[in-house]
């Protein structure tokens, strides 16, 4: 156990020597093992976007059994997925890699202003398959956001007594944001904090821009001068947010981009800001296996690498 792993840790005093082994499990795993540092391999999109759009750019990644193979050759930290693909393989891939399992999902055939999320996996379907975690999203700015965090807390408080670590996908979104809005630096922040009050032990956040949506919120960065200007600013702030960086923030890969370079700026600023990691799913499971592995090696560099506080 590295001294960095012990101080991440104790970030959670309130959890069971069982919740803490398997956030530990994440940690100590992979190319990133005992950095404090995190490279997870999410799959959720076929149920969120559908087979084609997700995994005919690469035909292989149809297979389930494809993403525990990426995941494990790449020396990702986890994997993550739906309850469907986890059972498809976890029992041929069992102790190879660490398991999250996605417990609600949504699906692209309606078009919402305020999406939802339907309970498609359980705390004792995340026991069986041996996972170290459960994932979560939730959607603040939705009209469903409070029914969602209720239903959050009640699936942490369970995984925990059971000894999983809880994942929050924290996405703003729906009617009360305008599409800007949901990646503005005040609603990335307070999506941030609010995975935190409920409890995440993981929080997973898009990338803000520098945009802010909210005029109240506009005037406290304005008279206090919240550094903002920069990515690698943006990141520190929302690691702030997070309880002053005392709770692991890890942040989208986003859709598939063909500049790779752009995608690795991403992670250098992400890195500079103090960000604990990406999780990274169509940037890597829709290319060619062999580039995905190259690619994700050159992220896993840049995170193990010491931060450039010059950058911020």
């Not at 082994?21 to 540092?37: D, F, Q």
């Not at 149809?62 to 498809?88: Q, R, S, T, V, W």
């Not at 309606?110 to 996972?131: I, N, W, Y």
Request: include cysteine; proline fraction near 6%; charged fraction near 20%.
């Amino acid at each position: 156990m590295t001294p960095r792993v012990r101080e991440i840790l104790s970030w959670y005093g309130a959890d069971s020597a069982g919740t803490l082994t398997n956030l530990a499990r994440l940690l100590n795993h992979g190319r990133l093992a005992g950095t404090g540092k995190l490279v997870i391999l999410p799959v959720d999109q076929g149920f969120e976007h559908g087979p084609a759009r997700s995994f005919a750019p690469n035909p292989p990644a149809y297979n389930p059994h494809y993403h525990f193979e990426l995941a494990i050759e790449a020396g990702c930290n986890a994997y993550a997925a739906p309850l469907g693909f986890l059972e498809a393989g976890a029992r041929d891939f069992a102790g190879e890699i660490p398991l999250i399992l996605k417990c609600n999902d949504n699906d692209a055939l309606l078009d919402e202003k305020d999406p939802d999320q339907a309970l498609t996996a359980s705390v004792g379907d995340a026991h069986r398959l041996g996972c170290c975690a459960i994932g979560f999203t939730i959607y603040p700015g939705s009209s469903h956001q409070l029914e969602m965090f209720g239903q959050i807390r009640a699936y942490a408080e369970e995984a925990k007594r059971c000894g999983l670590a809880v994942v929050i996908w924290s996405y703003p979104r729906g009617s009360a944001l305008s599409k800007q809005g949901e990646t503005a630096i005040d609603v990335v922040g307070y999506a941030a904090q609010i995975a935190a009050q409920l409890g995440a032990h993981i929080i997973k956040v898009k990338l803000p821009t520098a945009y802010i949506e909210q005029e109240a919120a506009r005037k406290v960065y304005d008279q206090r001068q919240i550094p903002i200007a920069t990515p690698a600013e943006r990141v520190r702030h929302v690691i702030d947010c997070a309880f002053a960086g005392r709770r692991i923030v890890v942040f989208s890969g986003g859709p598939t981009v063909s500049d790779e370079d752009k995608l690795l700026d991403e992670v250098r600023a992400i890195h500079a800001g103090g960000g604990f990691g990406s999780i990274i799913g169509r940037n890597s499971f829709q290319r060619p296996k062999k580039d995905a592995v190259r690619m994700l090696g050159a992220i896993m560099d840049i995170y193990a690498a010491e931060p450039d506080r010059a950058r911020l």
